[in-house]
């Protein structure tokens, strides 16, 4: 089957939608599926990745409707261009404001949110009216709705009565005998005795409230990695090098990827994930599959992925992250049995050779029953 992703950033970047797309074309693929990605880009141009066509388009109209009219672009791309496109696949609630326009032509669509975008911070308060009216304009107008995490499932049988299929997104299992990068050394870190902040700068995902609970907290001989970054706000990550100011045992490394975060990833003390709202967080998975003890706010999007085995802390409390910073330093010993536990809850129920069958026997079902019987040939060879 031939599918169009329509609604990411460059996938180079492999941020969290990103990422999800990255895996899922490259797993499909493997499948016999035919992929096209659109990314938005500071470049037009086009490449193949791991086997599938990567479609860049650059950068217009501005943050707030550079993914709608990049939406738009890319739909009418693939509808002249790819003509034989049979699944538009749209990622988050702006760019799929333009599915109409492929269902006019009888070919179908999907819908996956990745979040509530709406409640993101990064979004003026009247962008953020304007992204809820887009949840709920699509939520009604969508057959066809795929969500990252239950708590969205629900959210959408409650608020709109509209069924949606819980897909959640996944990950690799790290290979057998990985070789650390040199950024331990290069920042003077030492294993197991360092705590790790990986993903986006931004004010939801609190790494502000991390830094203030960690310098409050009896961290003696621990450092604080803060691992990510924004370019699009540069103020805000200024205002955290502000907080971090004297203090030689918090660590900016900027975006990491590659060996660099897997060496990160592999041996920190403990993986903080404080956010105030997720979707359901692919850096999370990927700490849990390198055995990462994991200091989580305790919303349903991280109880999703984490089970019984999270160190919970309140969003946006500073006494509770300090208060389970100083708990996992001193209770090591007993918490090591967690390391194993989400290492195989991930290997159980979130890699991505379990995700993108689930996928396709979603997508076989959305495209008729003519594309079944060749999906599910693919899945008996494996």
Same mark, same amino acid.
């Given at each position: ?32 599926? *035919?992929?096209?990605?659109?990314? *938005? ?148 870190? *030492? ?112 109880? *999703? ?78």
């Amino acid at each position: 089957m031939k599918i169009a992703f329509i609604g990411g950033r460059d996938i180079k970047t492999l941020g969290g939608i990103e990422n999800y797309v990255f895996n899922l074309a490259t797993h499909l693929v493997e499948l016999g599926h *035919e992929p096209i990605v659109y990314c *938005e880009s500071n470049r037009n141009g086009i490449e193949c990745v791991n086997g599938f066509k990567v479609i860049y388009h650059k950068s217009f109209g501005g943050r707030f409707f550079c993914k709608i009219l990049l939406s738009l672009k890319s739909t009418i791309h693939a509808l002249t261009k790819e003509g034989d496109v049979e699944l538009f696949h749209y990622n988050a609630w702006p760019p799929s404001l333009w599915s109409w326009i492929p269902r006019l032509v009888g070919r179908k669509a999907l819908l996956e949110g990745h979040g509530h975008e709406w409640k993101r911070t990064k979004y003026t308060p009247f962008q953020q009216k304007i992204m809820h009216f887009m949840e709920w304009f699509t939520a009604k107008i969508h057959k066809n709705i795929l969500v990252v995490s239950d708590e969205q499932r629900l959210y959408f049988a409650t608020h709109y009565s509209r069924h949606c299929v819980t897909i959640p997104t996944a990950v690799n299992m790290p290979k057998e005998n990985e070789a650390d990068s040199d950024i331990l050394s290069r920042y003077e870190l *030492e294993r197991g005795r360092y705590f790790l902040y990986l993903g986006r700068l931004v004010q939801d995902k609190n790494p502000d409230y991390l830094i203030k609970a960690f310098r409050k907290a009896s961290t003696a001989g621990y450092k604080l990695v803060i691992a990510g970054s924004n370019d699009p706000q540069p103020e805000y990550v200024e205002h955290l090098h502000h907080l971090a100011a004297g203090d030689k045992n918090i660590i900016f490394t900027g975006a990491v990827y590659g060996a660099d975060k897997n060496t990160l990833l592999r041996h920190n003390t403990a993986f903080c994930i404080p956010s105030t709202i997720e979707g359901l967080a692919i850096t999370l998975l990927e700490a849990m599959s390198y055995g990462s003890i994991c200091i989580a706010s305790d919303i349903p999007s991280n109880k *999703e992925g984490l089970g019984d085995n999270g160190i919970w802390v309140t969003a946006e409390d500073i006494d509770s992250l300090a208060e389970k910073i100083e708990y996992t330093i001193n209770n090591s010993d007993t918490l090591s049995q967690i390391k194993e536990q989400n290492r195989q809850r991930i290997e159980q129920n979130f890699t991505w050779d379990i995700i993108t069958k689930r996928y396709v026997e979603y997508i076989s079902n959305v495209c008729g029953d003519s594309h079944h019987s060749s999906c599910q040939s693919n899945h008996d060879k494996d």
